[in-house]
């Protein structure tokens, strides 16, 4: 009997309709950033809500209070490797961002804690692992739906900046290439290839580092064989950068040669730009 039971009750549940659940969008859509600068690589993963004709700073968003960024679960951060923000040290890894708004000056905080949405009456600043502080703009055009982005994005460093309303606040990460640069330099140049030389002397040009050390592997790499019309337009930039103009144009006539021969219309034409530009210095 119970089996004819437990049959019939899986029949009925069979033959019921299935509920569908409905689709609607996200109030605040996520969005999710991934930048890498110099060797690192930052991400930010962020929810996006929209003013909808509130006044955000100072209202929706009350001055002075340590609050989550933007909606739902905050800003999170993730850091590839070790970074200085404001002059602080930060270890690599994953934060999420709080921020105290001010009409003057904000605070930008990293908490370790990614569980937290909005802090509550229990919170500590001593859980924090860092905290600085970012003067906040006014903008000429209102941004609608809150938004986070990199700029100024440089071989060590970029800003990351946060725009609602008519106000925009950014701070600068330091990627702290430099170190990491030298160390690979330093372990590679105990061996290295052309290419090696090349890269080595490119990036002190490109850094203003020592432009005689920068000269010197440049013309190491070409010696060990690095002369390929584009490596030889590298040496001829790296030797213009360090004043050598009549060097940098025989330089560039041999990557023009070269760049004749390979039909590559791009290198021909920088380098007969540069050829005209060095002739006259």
């Known amino acids: 009997m119970k089996k004819v039971i437990l049959l019939t009750a899986v029949l009925v549940s069979a033959m019921l309709p299935t509920v569908a659940q409905v689709r609607t969008p996200a109030p605040s859509p996520t969005a ?13 993963e962020y929810s996006r809500p929209s003013a909808k004709g509130r006044k955000v700073y100072g209202e929706l968003v009350p001055f002075g209070s340590i609050s989550r960024t933007g909606a ?3 800003v999170k951060i993730t850091f590839s490797d070790d970074v200085k923000i404001g002059g602080k040290d930060l270890k690599k890894g994953a934060y999420k961002i709080l921020t105290v708004a001010g009409e003057n000056e ?10 937290m949405t909005s802090p509550g009456p229990d919170y500590k600043e001593a859980d924090e692992a860092l905290r600085i502080s970012a003067t906040p703009t006014k903008t000429a055009n209102r941004t609608e739906t809150f938004t986070t982005e990199f700029d100024q994005i440089k071989d060590g460093s970029a800003e990351l900046y946060f725009a609602w309303e008519n106000t925009r606040v950014g701070f ?16 590679v140049l105990s ?6 030389y090349l890269s080595a002397a490119s990036y002190y040009a490109n850094s203003g580092k020592d432009m005689n050390k920068a000269m010197e592997w440049g013309k190491k790499a ?9 490596q030889l337009r590298q040496y001829s930039l790296i030797l213009a950068k360090a004043g050598k103009y009549k060097e940098a144009v025989e330089v560039a006539n041999q990557s023009l040669t070269k760049a004749t021969e390979a039909k590559n219309n791009d290198y021909i034409k920088m380098n007969k730009d540069s050829i005209a530009e060095w002739s006259k210095k």
Not at 172 to 187: G, L, R, W
């Open 222 to 230: 070409v010696d060990m064989g690095a002369n390929m019309f584009w």
């Open 191 to 196: 061996g290295p290839s052309a290419g090696d």
């Open 106 to 115: 904000w605070k930008i905080v990293f908490h370790p804690n990614l569980g």
């Open 32 to 44: 999710k950033l991934e930048q890498a600068v110099g060797l690192s690589t930052i991400t930010v």
């Open 172 to 187: 600068t990460i330091d990627v702290q290439t430099d170190p990491k640069v030298e160390a690979s330099i330093k372990q």
């Open 72 to 74: 739902n679960q905050g």
